[in-house]
């Protein structure tokens, strides 16, 4: 019997080598890197094709002699082929395929800078990606919706609801956090905040991605430029929309922690003393929850004549993975546009506004963080003690995650709002001046209150700690500029020149924190029944007003 349950073990052995070395090479197919050739219809290489591995952002380009190369990152990977004024087409890894020419797609017409073109006579690397084409989904930031559309964009999102996804689009430029994001510019109107833009609102997203298409920004535009053009209204009917969704949002891996039974085992077996606090909590599962996110757009367009409106109303709440967190945005947006003097002049106004709320947990430094402590926290102490109180860790920094959240509590308003103006005349047949003007304010209110039973340190004996600051900011953006688009025998002549002046004032603000408080109740309200106002030094917060102007002169 000894000799044949060694024999199961030598067969098992190398059953087991055999399936590693099968899951080896299947890793290796699916990250194999492959060759090929990209040609047009007369045999000639094509410089510059995109080439993009389907539902991913990993692409590359065509070489001088029409070669790609790209190692996949999954099998059975097909590849998306893609050039300005040639047919799309979906081959396999390592095919060599012959583009044919698109007409209708030649003469599409893409927004290039401070003007259009058709894309036949591009010559600069822009992606135009269609609404329909953009991605669906819980997305609170327009730029989120371009993932795996754009060669060269990466964007990495974030599962609090709160935050901000990084977006690069032209490779890493600094090692500064937040300052490789591109130019955003909506409707013509250069540096918008595009959390004021709905994703809904989208008509198309231009990417205008290397240096000769981005140089008319100057250097604002080194991380490249996203140009979002929003729906207008109709002429010819009435129409009311409506689009909505409802979404969850789980957590897809959680650390593997010791449970309380694990732990207790690999104390007794290892003779270490172990703080038991008798119970079985699994904090991760106690902290974490299924985010439940939905969003409701309804809008009117339509028009008359040479007039045509549009407005429309955007209502996103999204649950965070983290109990306690989210975020509450209200959009309103509003066009209406009309052409006067034999359709020579066209005006358009527009008021665009944003109220957004973030609810937020301490995730901070030090063990004050819920993410830290859903981790470190003894799986054997309960969530309550006996007598209602939270549990306390022992030794210091060693916090109840549970209590972390209900104890220590924060809120941030953000209220935007947005006046356009722009007014187009055609002087003579091809010439057209263009005036654009844009005056925005915005206010960011933080509040936070840390309570009586909070268990942070030199907090926690405060009887009630508050926070409060407001910051206000206003910017203007006053552009003129001239188009004259022309021809000369075969030859087609675009000619531009303007005059831009930017002037943003940030940073006007106060803030004060307060202690000492008879009870909860009143949380961040109401902070003059506050006893103590804190040291000076800390307690009292003041912005200093920066004041920012650009002049710019372009052609």
């Known amino acids: 019997m000894l000799k044949v349950r060694n024999l199961s073990k030598a067969g098992m052995l190398k059953t087991f080598s055999l399936a590693s070395l099968l899951l080896c090479s299947t890793a290796a197919m699916a990250q194999s890197q492959k060759t090929g050739v990209i040609k047009d219809a007369n045999g000639e290489p094509l410089v510059g094709v995109t080439v993009l591995e389907q539902g991913t952002s990993n692409g590359t380009v065509t070489d001088a002699n029409g070669r790609y190369t790209l190692k996949t990152t999954k099998a059975n990977a097909k590849l998306k082929v893609s050039y300005i004024g040639y047919e799309t087409k979906y081959i396999t890894p390592g095919q060599n395929v012959v583009l044919e020419a698109d007409d209708e797609t030649l003469?599409?017409?893409?927004?290039?800078?401070?003007?259009?073109?058709?894309?036949?006579?591009?010559?600069?690397?822009?992606?135009?990606?269609?609404?329909?084409?953009?991605?669906?989904?819980?997305?609170?930031?327009?730029?989120?919706?371009?993932?795996?559309?754009v060669p060269g964009l990466v964007v990495?999102?974030?599962?609090?609801?709160?935050?901000?996804?990084?977006?690069?689009?032209?490779?890493?430029?600094?090692?500064?956090?937040?300052?490789?994001?591109?130019?955003?510019?909506?409707?013509?109107?250069?540096?918008?905040?595009?959390?004021?833009?709905?994703?809904?609102?989208?008509?198309?997203?231009?990417v205008l991605r290397d240096a000769t298409a981005t140089a008319i920004y100057g250097s604002k535009?080194?991380?490249?430029?996203?140009?979002?053009?929003?729906?207008?209204?109709?002429?010819?009917?009435?129409?009311?929309?409506?689009?909505?969704?409802?979404?969850?949002?789980?957590?897809?891996?959680?650390?593997?922690?010791?449970?309380?039974?694990?732990?207790r085992d690999y104390a007794n077996?290892?003779?270490?003393?172990?703080?038991?606090?008798?119970?079985?909590?699994?904090?991760?599962?106690?902290?974490?929850?299924?985010?439940?996110?939905?969003?409701?757009?309804?809008?009117?367009?339509?028009?008359?004549?040479?007039?045509?409106?549009?407005?429309?109303?955007?209502?996103?709440?999204?649950?965070?993975?983290?109990?306690?967190?989210?975020?509450?945005?209200?959009?309103?947006?509003?066009?209406?546009?009309?052409?006067?003097?034999?359709?020579?002049?066209?005006?358009?106004?527009?008021?665009?506004?944003?109220?957004?709320?973030?609810?937020?947990?301490?995730?901070?430094?030090?063990?004050?963080?819920?993410?830290?402590?859903?981790?470190?926290?003894?799986?054997?102490?309960?969530?309550k003690n006996a007598d209602g109180t939270w549990t306390i860790g022992a030794g210091s920094k060693n916090y109840n995650p549970l209590a972390l959240m209900e104890e220590n509590k924060s809120e941030t308003v953000?209220?935007?709002?947005?006046?356009?103006?722009?007014?187009?005349?055609?002087?003579?047949?091809?010439?057209?001046?263009?005036?654009?003007?844009?005056?925005?304010?915005?206010?960011?209110?933080?509040?936070?209150?840390?309570?009586?039973?909070?268990?942070?340190?030199?907090?926690?004996?405060?009887?009630?700690?508050?926070?409060?600051?407001?910051?206000?900011?206003?910017?203007?953006?006053?552009?003129?500029?001239?188009?004259?688009?022309f021809s000369v025998g075969k030859s087609k002549w675009g000619l531009m020149a303007g005059y831009s002046w930017e002037e943003k004032k940030n940073n006007d603000g106060f803030g004060l924190s307060v202690e000492g408080f008879y009870n909860d109740d009143l949380s961040w309200y109401n902070m003059s029944y506050a006893q103590t106002i804190l040291g000076v030094q800390n307690s009292v917060q003041s912005g200093y007003l920066e004041n920012i102007r650009n002049i710019s002169f372009y052609g």
């Open 156 to 206: 990495s999102s974030t599962a609090d609801p709160n935050g901000s996804p990084s977006i690069t689009l032209r490779g890493a430029s600094t090692l500064r956090t937040g300052a490789m994001s591109p130019y955003y510019v909506v409707d013509g109107i250069p540096g918008v905040d595009i959390s004021i833009v709905s994703p809904d609102d989208i008509e198309s997203i231009d």
């Open 269 to 383: 077996k290892n003779g270490v003393a172990l703080k038991d606090g008798g119970a079985d909590v699994d904090w991760q599962d106690a902290v974490l929850r299924t985010g439940i996110s939905h969003s409701h757009n309804v809008g009117i367009t339509g028009g008359s004549g040479n007039t045509n409106y549009m407005v429309s109303a955007n209502l996103i709440k999204r649950e965070g993975v983290i109990k306690m967190t989210g975020m509450d945005r209200f959009n309103v947006r509003s066009l209406v546009s009309t052409k006067t003097l034999k359709d020579h002049l066209t005006i358009s106004l527009g008021f665009n506004s944003m109220y957004g709320k973030h609810f937020g947990v301490p995730t901070g430094e030090k063990g004050e963080s819920v993410l830290d402590a859903m981790n470190y926290f003894s799986p054997t102490n309960d969530i």
């Open 414 to 485: 953000w209220k935007r709002n947005q006046f356009v103006a722009k007014t187009s005349l055609e002087l003579v047949k091809g010439l057209f001046w263009n005036v654009n003007y844009s005056w925005n304010n915005y206010q960011r209110t933080y509040s936070a209150y840390n309570t009586r039973n909070s268990q942070i340190e030199g907090i926690g004996n405060k009887n009630g700690q508050a926070t409060r600051s407001t910051y206000f900011g206003r910017e203007q953006t006053f552009e003129t500029y001239a188009n004259y688009d």
């Open 107 to 149: 003469n599409e017409v893409v927004v290039v800078g401070y003007g259009t073109m058709r894309r036949k006579d591009v010559t600069s690397s822009i992606t135009t990606v269609k609404a329909e084409d953009l991605n669906h989904g819980v997305f609170t930031d327009p730029a989120q919706m371009l993932q795996g559309k």
């Open 221 to 263: 535009a080194a991380n490249g430029v996203i140009i979002i053009t929003t729906k207008k209204g109709t002429e010819e009917r009435t129409n009311v929309f409506y689009n909505g969704y409802v979404a969850f949002d789980n957590i897809l891996n959680t650390y593997d922690v010791c449970s309380a039974s694990e732990l």
